[in-house]
């Protein structure tokens, strides 16, 4: 990982330094693999909690201006130049800016490509440190990496660091997919650092350097008691990618909901919810395309947006009421 990007690489290497925390705790196991995955969330979303509020701010500022505008856009609906020039003015005296309302987005569609590549990489280390496991226990009569897999059990997922798939996603790596996934890139992982050497010697034993097909062929055989521990199932039931789904557009919809209330009123105009459908479609098909603790994540990630979006909806509605009391006296 040491040429990766860097954002994804600190991503990365934050979570594992939590999860060997919470392995101390909890043991290895699903269990510690949870809790990891939200307390980053929880360190992402405070880190983003400031932009956020300050977001809806200025959301809440340009609703409160637009019926203004209107009435600029119509005065000099024929002197475009006047217009802007006129409107941007307003923005000014009232502290309004035009890209404030985009400042959430300007982090989270950042945040959420790296946190998919931060999270392949971490389940990627985990079908690394099995290979390792698979030698020892074919060479000392051990059963550690059958215990590893069945360790990895979440729910109905049979292996929490392969996607929630019913249709392609197996429990584990086939011989040919794990070829796939590391054939490139497999100097990138620190782990081939931190254990003397151990995965490149057991890598350059089965040949995965050499011979792709002896490879897989070695591979197959030392992980069958691995795949015997899940075979005939697949890893789930694409449950988590459907909430992860579901819970970003009930998000957006919360925060689209405060911001219509006092649009109208404002009498400003409807907002535009291009970005309310669009995101949770890209949820459904990234989730389910990636392993089952970036959905965790992503799950996680919208229940406290939308707490947030709650609390901040009762918040400016409380606000609008003082202001029209105020007005009214």
């Known amino acids: 990982m040491r040429d990766w990007f860097f954002l994804t690489n600190w991503a990365f290497l934050g979570m594992r330094l939590l999860y060997q925390g919470m392995e101390n705790l909890f043991s290895r196991g699903s269990l510690a693999v949870v809790i990891t995955v939200l307390l980053s969330t929880l360190i992402i979303k405070s880190l983003t909690l400031f932009s956020d509020i300050k977001s809806r701010k200025s959301t809440m500022k340009m609703q409160q201006v637009q019926p203004e505008l209107d009435k600029i856009k119509k005065k000099y609906e024929n002197n475009p130049q006047k217009m ?5 003015k307003l923005m000014k005296e009232r502290g309004v800016s035009m890209m404030g309302g985009c400042l959430p987005m300007l982090f989270t569609l950042p945040l959420f490509f790296i946190f998919i590549s931060a999270f392949r990489s971490w389940s990627n280390e985990q079908a690394l440190r099995l290979v390792v496991a698979a030698e020892n ?7 550690t990496a059958v215990e590893m897999v069945e360790s990895y059990r979440f729910l109905w ?40 050497g151990k995965l490149r010697e057991v890598l350059e034993d089965w040949q995965f350097f050499d011979d792709e097909e002896e490879f897989i062929r070695i591979y197959d055989e030392k992980m069958a008691p691995v795949e015997a521990v899940n075979h005939g199932y697949t890893n789930g039931f694409g449950i988590l990618a459907v909430i992860a789904a579901a819970t970003t557009f009930l998000s957006s919809w919360i925060m689209q ?31 389910w395309q990636y392993d089952a603790t970036f959905s965790l994540y992503w799950i996680f990630s919208n229940m406290i947006s939308l707490c947030i979006n709650l609390t901040l909806n009762a918040w400016f509605k409380k606000q609008a009421a003082n202001k029209v009391e105020v007005l009214n006296r």
């Open 84 to 88: 802007n020039a006129e409107q941007r």
């Open 137 to 143: 226990d074919s060479q000392n009569g051990t059963n």
């Open 157 to 196: 997922i049979r292996n929490i660091w392969r996607p929630d798939n019913p249709l392609s996603a197996q429990p584990e790596m086939s011989g040919e997919q794990f070829y796939s996934t590391f054939s490139e890139n497999i100097e990138k992982y620190y782990y081939l650092e931190e254990d003397d």
């Open 257 to 287: 909901r405060g911001q219509k209330n006092q649009q109208q009123a404002e009498g400003a105009k409807a907002p535009n919810k291009f970005m309310m459908y669009l995101f949770p479609a890209m949820t459904l098909f990234f989730c």
